[in-house]
């Protein structure tokens, strides 16, 4: 036996190995994080794959490929179709995705995300998500310029005259669109040829924007953020005056407001974040 202390593994305070077993801990298990791969891609293909497609998107080999399916398959991770041989996620995998869908708060995830992104576009961003009658704002986190309009928790946001609300008026479920416009005495908007066309662009954009439109001087644009079933969780926006926020699609202060959406698009579950 080896008494040398020199070469005895130093024992941690519970017992276990000390900064080797740490180490250990800290880098995880190679051969789970390799195999995920074949579950991210899965995820990114919507849909079930060959053997060597499948691989081929994980980039591995399909011999290397294939032992980890076998294992997957064996706990319900994935699921091999018995006639095209296709692979595809299986009932676990399901399972777990359902429960934390379930487990996930939309809000408490955005007003946590807001205080960085007011920073990131230099002034004041809300989130707002579809209440009884419309589009309610439900979050407001004041950036570093201030912006003198009574924005607050609870605050309706008009589909017809707000980025946060074209952002509803584009995403949200045609009939129950139909019927707030008309509460805000927009029952004709959906045959205004302009309205019309403003929402394909947001659709296709992917953000609303607004200048001088409510006040004169103040400009706000908005972003969609959707959930696990392809669903309009939430929008968020940021508001401020119009020499200060740059509306053009590829502007610094765009793309912020795309990539919080993104991030919490990913967490509640969407493919492909946006």
Same mark, same amino acid.
């Given at each position: 036996m080896d008494m040398? @202390?020199?070469?005895?593994p130093s024992l941690a305070t519970d017992g276990g190995l000390g900064d080797e077993a740490e180490s250990r801990g800290s880098r995880g298990i190679q051969s789970v994080e390799v195999g995920g791969q074949l579950l991210k891609a899965l995820v990114r293909s919507g849909s079930a794959l060959p053997l060597k497609?499948?691989?081929r998107a994980a980039g591995m080999a399909a011999a290397k490929a294939h032992p980890y399916l076998v294992s997957f398959g064996k706990i319900g991770l994935i699921e091999q179709d018995p006639v095209s041989g296709h692979y595809g996620l299986?009932?676990?995998a399901l399972q777990l995705g359902l429960i934390g869908l379930q487990q996930v708060d939309p809000v408490r995830l955005a007003v946590a995300e807001l205080p960085a992104l007011a920073q990131a576009v230099g002034c004041t961003v809300s989130a707002a998500v579809w209440g009884p009658v419309g589009p309610i704002i !439900?979050? !407001?986190e004041h950036g570093p310029t201030a912006v003198h309009v009574a924005m607050r928790h609870g605050t309706p946001a008009s589909l017809r005259h707000t980025?946060?609300?074209?952002i509803f008026a584009a995403f949200a479920p045609?009939?129950?669109?139909?019927?707030?416009l008309a509460r805000e005495g927009e029952t004709h908007a959906l045959q205004d040829p302009a309205f019309v066309a403003e929402l394909d662009a947001i659709r296709r954009e992917r953000l609303s924007r607004v200048r001088d439109e409510l006040l004169p001087g103040i400009s706000a644009m908005a972003v969609p953020v959707f959930d696990g079933f392809g669903?309009?969780?939430l929008a968020i926006a940021a508001i401020g @005056?119009?020499?200060?926020l740059d509306l053009s699609p590829g502007s610094t202060q765009a793309h912020a407001l795309r990539t919080a959406a993104e991030r919490l698009s990913q967490r509640l579950g969407a493919i492909g974040g946006l």
């Open positions: 040398n @202390p020199a070469r005895q497609d499948l691989a299986g009932p676990l !439900v979050h !407001v980025g946060t609300g074209k045609p009939a129950a669109v139909t019927e707030a669903r309009l969780a @005056p119009s020499a200060l």
